[in-house]
């Protein structure tokens, strides 16, 4: 049984002659502790997807699954909740609150959700261990580098222990060495505690390490393996 799926996904823009069709279509689906990649040109809808998968956006028809449960039905609140509970995201920019410390900041989706500090501060703490910033636990975020930032956003979306990733180009604003380390982090913990992670990106070769690879073409998603 797929963990998580998407059927029939559509997405278009406008009105009458004025209509653009970004998704056309899309089905995919995600066994637990699977790695897939999305590629494509930019522009081509990848992040349109990703935000659709992860019902930060509605499509304008088809349906998406959680462990066979219909997504799509359910209230604003109800995705909200749903997104907290079972989806980490990472996107190309951090999007880390600047006047927190890299350990606040990997606090804030359980504090969201009503736990304690108390009870968020050992599991951020070992986070930010496993992606090697365990000496900057309370820097600022102004006081960490491009890479730095970026781990500690791998940190914050693992911290509820999501059964889903989802990654837009999280090497994407970052130099090769920097972009390769959070790549391996974050390679290395999705197969460490089975978490389904898509993500897009305009890096090819990263995308072929994963378990499944996807090309999004003029709004169809074509199976490259």
Same mark, same amino acid.
């Given at each position: ?9 559509t ?7 004025n209509t ?9 689906? @995600? &066994?637990? #502790?699977e790695? %897939?990649?999305v ?5 081509s !809808? ?6 659709? =998968?992860?019902?930060?956006?509605l499509?304008?028809g ?6 066979d449960q219909?997504l ?7 995705l909200a909740?749903?997104r907290?509970?079972?989806?980490g ?16 900041n990997v606090?804030?989706?359980g504090?969201i959700?009503?736990?304690?500090r ?7 703490r070992?986070?930010?261990e496993q @992606? &090697?910033l #365990?000496?900057? %636990?309370?820097?600022k975020?102004?006081?960490?580098s !491009?890479g730095?930032?970026q781990?500690?956003a =791998?940190?914050r979306a693992l911290?509820?222990q ?17 972009g ?7 390679h290395n ?5 089975k ?8 890096n090819t070769l990263?995308a072929e390490r994963?378990?499944?690879c996807?090309t999004?073409?003029d709004g ?6």
């Amino acid at each position: 049984m797929a963990l998580f799926s998407a059927q029939n996904v559509t997405k278009t823009y406008g009105l009458g002659e004025n209509t653009v069709t970004v998704l056309k279509g899309i089905s995919l689906a @995600v &066994e637990p #502790g699977e790695m %897939t990649g999305v590629i494509g040109a930019s522009g081509s !809808g990848k992040t349109t997807l990703l935000q659709i =998968l992860g019902t930060l956006d509605l499509p304008s028809g088809g349906e998406i699954f959680y462990r066979d449960q219909p997504l799509l039905a359910k209230s604003s609140k109800e995705l909200a909740k749903f997104r907290n509970a079972a989806i980490g995201f990472i996107f190309q920019f951090h999007h880390l609150l600047p006047d927190f410390t890299a350990l606040e900041n990997v606090m804030i989706p359980g504090l969201i959700a009503g736990k304690s500090r108390l009870e968020m501060t050992d599991p951020a703490r070992d986070l930010l261990e496993q @992606v &090697e910033l #365990g000496h900057r %636990t309370h820097h600022k975020v102004l006081e960490l580098s !491009g890479g730095e930032q970026q781990r500690a956003a =791998l940190a914050r979306a693992l911290v509820m222990q999501p059964d889903l990733l989802f990654a837009d180009e999280p090497t994407g604003n970052l130099d090769s060495r920097a972009g390769n380390l959070v790549f391996e982090l974050l390679h290395n913990l999705c197969r460490k505690r089975k978490l389904s992670t898509i993500m897009v990106t305009h890096n090819t070769l990263l995308a072929e390490r994963m378990d499944h690879c996807f090309t999004l073409r003029d709004g169809v998603l074509e199976n490259n393996r």
